[in-house]
C-alpha cells in the first residue's frame, strides 16, 4: 500500500512540473516519434521473430504488443531531470508520445487480427520459406476421420473436456496455439495438435467436413467469435458449441451460428448444489418427519 501511495504522488510530483504551454510546440516531433514507436517497434520484432523461425502472424500479433511506450520512460525522463542532464520540455514530448502510442496500440491490438488480414500479403519478407520453430511443434494436423470432436484451446477447462471425452472413448482431438501446453499434454497421452485457431491457412488443413461437432473453450468472446465465423467460411456446417464465462459472454455468443453454449461455472454450481441436496437429504429424513 505504502509503495502504491509512493507512485501516486509520484507521477502527481511530475504531472506538476509539466508546462502544458509547451505542449503545442511539441505536437509535430510527438508525431513523428509515435509513428516511429507504432511502426518501427513492431517492424523489429517481426524481423526478430521471423529469423527466429516464427510465423509472420506470430511475429505481426507480438510485435503489436511493443507499439508503445510505457509509463517507465517517463520515470527516466524524471530522472534525467533531476540529474540536470536534460530539461523539463522533455517530459512533455514523452507525455505526448506516450498519450498518443497507448491510445493507438489498443485499439492496434482490439483490430489486431483484421488488420493482419488486411497486411498479410506485404509481410512475407518476414517469414521463412520454413517457419521451423513452429513446424517442430507439430507437423501433422488432424486428418480425416481421426475425430469426431475438435476442441479448440486447452485450457483448464478444455483440456479437462477432452480428458473426459477421451476416457469415455469419443475420439476429440485438442488444438492449442501453445507449444509448451501441447507438448505437456502430448506427454500425457491426449491427443492434441499445435496450432493457431484464428489462422485461416490451418482451418483449411483440418478436416471439418468429416467432424461431428467442434467446441470452442476460448477464454476471449472476441476470439471466439472470430473463430466460429472462421469455421463456418472454412466449410464447416456442422454443429458448433462454444464455452461462455459469464453472463456478458452468454449474451454476446448467444448471437453466433452456435447450436449450443456451455456455461462451466453455471454448470459446475448446479452439479455440486445437487450432490449436496442428494447428499442431506436422507439426514432430513427422521421419526415424525413427513413421508
Same mark, same amino acid.
Request: aromatic share 10%; glycine share 4%.
Given at each position: 500500500m505504502f509503495? /502504491?501511495?509512493c507512485c501516486c504522488f509520484f507521477f502527481i510530483h511530475?504531472?506538476? $512540473?509539466l508546462d502544458l504551454s509547451t505542449l503545442g510546440q511539441e505536437l509535430v516531433p510527438a508525431l513523428v516519434l509515435s509513428q516511429f514507436v507504432l511502426v518501427g517497434n513492431p517492424l523489429i520484432v517481426m524481423a526478430i521473430m521471423g529469423y527466429m523461425g516464427y510465423r509472420k502472424r506470430t511475429g505481426f500479433l507480438a510485435g503489436l504488443t511493443v507499439a508503445q511506450i510505457s509509463e517507465f520512460s517517463i520515470v527516466f525522463v524524471a530522472m534525467g531531470i533531476s540529474l540536470?542532464? /536534460?530539461?523539463?520540455q522533455a517530459l512533455g514530448l514523452t507525455t505526448l508520445v506516450g498519450l498518443i502510442t497507448i491510445t493507438l496500440s489498443?485499439?492496434? /491490438?482490439?483490430? !489486431?487480427? @483484421?488488420?493482419?488480414e488486411r497486411l498479410a500479403p506485404w509481410l512475407d519478407i518476414f517469414e521463412r520459406r520454413r517457419p521451423y520453430r513452429e513446424l517442430a511443434v507439430d507437423r501433422h494436423p488432424p486428418r480425416s476421420g481421426e475425430a469426431d470432436v475438435l476442441v479448440f484451446g486447452l485450457g483448464r477447462y478444455g483440456s479437462r473436456l477432452l480428458r473426459e471425452l477421451h476416457q469415455r472413448g469419443v475420439t476429440a482431438v485438442g488444438l492449442d496455439h501453445d507449444p509448451e501446453l501441447v507438448r505437456e499434454l502430448k506427454r500425457q497421452h491426449l491427443p492434441v495438435h499445435y496450432g493457431d485457431a484464428e489462422n485461416p491457412d490451418f482451418l $483449411? !488443413?483440418? @478436416?471439418? !467436413? !468429416?467432424?461431428?461437432? %467442434?467446441? %470452442?473453450?476460448? @477464454?476471449?468472446?472476441a476470439s471466439a467469435r472470430t473463430l466460429v465465423y472462421a469455421l463456418r467460411i472454412a466449410g464447416n456446417r456442422g454443429p /458448433?458449441? %462454444?464455452?461462455?464465462?459469464? $453472463?456478458?459472454a452468454l449474451e454476446e455468443l448467444q448471437r453466433l451460428d452456435v447450436q449450443h453454449i456451455y456455461q462451466p461455472y453455471r454448470d459446475a454450481a448446479l452439479h455440486a448444489a445437487q450432490h449436496l441436496a442428494s447428499v442431506m437429504r436422507p439426514a432430513n429424513v427422521g421419526p415424525g418427519a413427513d413421508p
Open positions: 509503495a /502504491i501511495f511530475l504531472g506538476a $512540473e540536470g542532464h /536534460i530539461d523539463t489498443t485499439y492496434m /491490438i482490439l483490430y !489486431s487480427h @483484421p488488420l493482419y $483449411e !488443413s483440418l @478436416p471439418l !467436413s !468429416s467432424t461431428r461437432w %467442434v467446441v %470452442v473453450t476460448l @477464454p476471449l468472446v /458448433i458449441a %462454444v464455452a461462455a464465462r459469464d $453472463e456478458a
